[in-house]
């Protein structure tokens, strides 16, 4: 009988031991794994990741930037919602976490004695902490782009922010050396969106780098804007280029242009001739219609009607109106795609240019 309770002593702590291992080897496992060194920041060369990472905070927004201190031996980072996360020997100064914002956090730049920072946001605005000056922002002010970071230079004394389509705008002793801002040139970079910038060592210029023509912001909202009114915009050409990840109408119009042409682009569930409201049969499953105003096609020889290649998304633009300042097109899609516009050309918009894709 007492080697019968032994066997049954020693099989319930068999039983207790095994369950324990079942419990306790996941938290070990998942300790070990929470343990690894910042799986949020990655490092390369002789950079380091091994003085931490937001990866076990529970943040309330995305991380959106980060900046060094002077000796590589730590780093901020920065979400959209202004928070500042401090590693290694970087110090807080303090953060736009948990205070009201008119826009969302973009970037950061660091003070050159690493005792200090800015915040920048999408609407311009420059938020200081520690030793770092303001010197002035777009915040407030009318932008043509949001803002997608910010570079300080090399003293400290002023800094650059760059808006999404190439814009600089200059602080302090940052000087102006040129953009992309306002669309220029017609080609290329005014349908890029920018998203950061880097100053040369002797602040004496910049870089900036866009996302890539595929990676540029479009929507399936409609898009509307105001004119500038006269002179009306009157067509001399339409050309329906592609660009591989996405493709074009490109309306030309006479010179004099009118500094800018108001339009209202929007997907229609299917066209219509105007103002009489015949119904029209296209090519495409997904439509496009194009208003521009003042505008018209009076003088213009091309065709009214341009049948795809096959090769890209566009089917068949065709125009449905030119009446009293109104001029139509509608644009016949395989798919329906993003959609953004561009006017670039600077005191006088010759070009207006819908991208889609």
Not at 122 to 134: E, L, R, T, Y
Request: proline share 7%; aromatic share 12%; glycine share 16%.
């Amino acid at each position: 009988m007492g080697r019968l309770r032994r066997s049954r002593l020693l099989f319930l702590i068999a039983v207790c031991l095994i369950s324990l291992a079942a419990v306790v080897l996941p938290v070990r496992a998942a300790l070990a794994h929470d343990a690894l060194p910042s799986p949020d920041v990655s490092a390369f060369g002789n950079a380091s990741a091994s003085y931490g990472s937001t990866s076990l905070i529970d943040l309330a927004t995305p991380v959106v930037g980060m900046a060094r201190t002077p000796d590589g031996s730590g780093y901020w980072e920065v979400a959209s919602d202004g928070g500042i996360f401090s590693f290694g020997d970087a110090q807080f100064f303090g953060s736009m976490g948990g205070k009201a914002l008119a826009q969302p956090v973009t970037g950061m730049a660091a003070t050159p004695d690493g005792s200090g920072y800015w915040e920048v946001a999408s609407d311009g605005g420059i938020f200081s902490f520690g030793d770092a000056q303001f010197f002035g922002s777009m915040g407030g002010k009318a932008l043509a782009q949001p803002v997608t970071g910010m570079a300080a230079t090399p003293d400290g004394r002023g800094y650059w922010e760059v808006a999404s389509d190439g814009g600089i705008f200059s602080f302090g002793d940052a000087q102006f050396f040129g953009s992309y801002g306002g669309g220029v040139p017609a080609e290329g970079p005014s349908y890029m969106r920018f998203v950061g910038m880097a100053p040369t060592v002797d602040g004496g210029g910049y870089w900036i780098v866009a996302s890539g023509f595929c990676s540029s912001p479009g929507t399936f909202l409609p898009l509307t804007a105001t004119g500038s009114g006269s002179p009306v915009a009157s067509l001399s050409g339409l050309t329906v280029p592609s660009h591989g990840c996405f493709q074009q109408v490109r309306f030309q119009f006479q010179v004099p242009a009118p500094a800018a042409v108001g339009y209202d682009v929007r997907y229609v569930t299917s066209p219509v001739a105007a103002p009489s409201g015949q119904a029209l049969h296209m090519a495409g499953s997904a439509f496009l219609q194009i208003t521009l105003h003042p505008a018209q096609s009076n003088g213009y020889g091309g065709p009214l009607d341009v049948m795809g290649s096959g090769a890209s998304n566009i089917m068949e633009v065709r125009q449905t109106q030119n009446f009293e300042g109104y001029m139509t097109w509608v644009v016949g899609l395989a798919h329906a795609a993003p959609v953004w516009v561009g006017q670039p050309a600077p005191g006088g918009s010759q070009f207006f240019i819908v991208n889609i894709g």
